[in-house]
């Protein structure tokens, strides 16, 4: 597990000699296992605060640390699941994952890192599916691999980029489902920044919920989930905290609330 500090960070994009600024300004600081989520509106800089943290791409200004250490690109510390599954066509499901773990491990021994593939197959699923090659597994199936893939390599950070905005509700849901359960197990959480559109997704995964404003991205309020966990669908659609909660964020996200935390006289308790 490890923690995550972004610090003033700006970034701009030259084009054709004009500048057009991404980020300005973002803060953010992640706790040793906490689920943080990221939402905003479309080109808010939601992605580019993965890609900046993720290494794959520097800020103009500010710094990027994990556990202390500034970030100077790609590293195995790092977990990242994306929107368009990005495992590699050319290998079976098995072969995703056993590749992972065999590139990121000192442990060289085949049987060792096989017995490791087949077991996170099996946590999501898809040990059936394991000579599948992804052109033929369903979007479901594909973000399930991913995950596995992703668990495996066991980083200290995942990094999530709405890796389920492409899914029907089902198998969001069940997906969402999986993560928790995933993510809860042995009692160790994973430090997660988690990429969403969506307002009840966050609600349903986050310990908290940093809000951005349109272009140039910053963070415009970071609210707090008070829910306890583990959480049921059914018990929060139920709850008249978190349909307040869910309105003041829409409110937020719609532009009809400052995001000012101080003051807010329609603020929910517990935000």
């Not at 100077?72 to 929107?83: A, K, L, M, S």
């Not at 042995?186 to 009840?200: M, P």
């Amino acid at each position: 597990m490890a923690t995550i500090d972004l610090k003033d960070i700006s970034l701009s994009y030259g084009n054709n000699g004009t500048a057009h600024q991404a980020l300005s300004g973002v803060n953010l600081s992640i706790e040793d296992g906490e689920f943080v989520s990221l939402i905003g509106p479309s080109g808010c800089g939601k992605s580019t605060i993965i890609d900046v943290l993720s290494g794959l791409k520097s800020p103009t200004y500010g710094s990027v640390l994990v556990d202390g250490v500034p970030v100077d690109g790609p590293g195995t510390d790092r977990g990242i699941v994306f929107q368009d599954y990005s495992l590699f066509p050319w290998m079976t499901t098995f072969e995703n994952i056993s590749f992972a773990i065999e590139h990121t491990k000192t442990t060289k021994d085949r049987k060792s890192i096989d017995e490791k593939a087949h077991s996170f197959l099996e946590l999501v699923g898809l040990e059936k599916f394991k000579d599948t090659y992804p052109n033929n597994l369903s979007g479901g199936m594909r973000q399930r691999a991913a995950i596995a893939r992703m668990f495996s390599i066991d980083p200290k950070v995942f990094i999530m980029d709405e890796p389920f905005g492409a899914l029907d509700s089902l198998n969001r849901s069940n997906m969402q489902d999986l993560l928790l359960r995933l993510w809860s197990a042995g009692g160790q959480h994973k430090t997660v920044l988690f990429v969403t559109h969506d307002v009840d997704e966050a609600l349903l995964l986050s310990d908290r919920i940093a809000v951005m404003s349109p272009s140039p991205g910053r963070i415009q309020e970071i609210i707090d989930v008070p829910f306890s966990r583990p959480r049921r669908r059914k018990d929060l659609s139920v709850s008249r905290d978190y349909t307040d909660l869910k309105a003041y964020m829409l409110s937020i996200l719609h532009g009809e609330s400052s995001g000012d935390t101080q003051g807010l006289e329609n603020k929910p308790k517990g935000s």
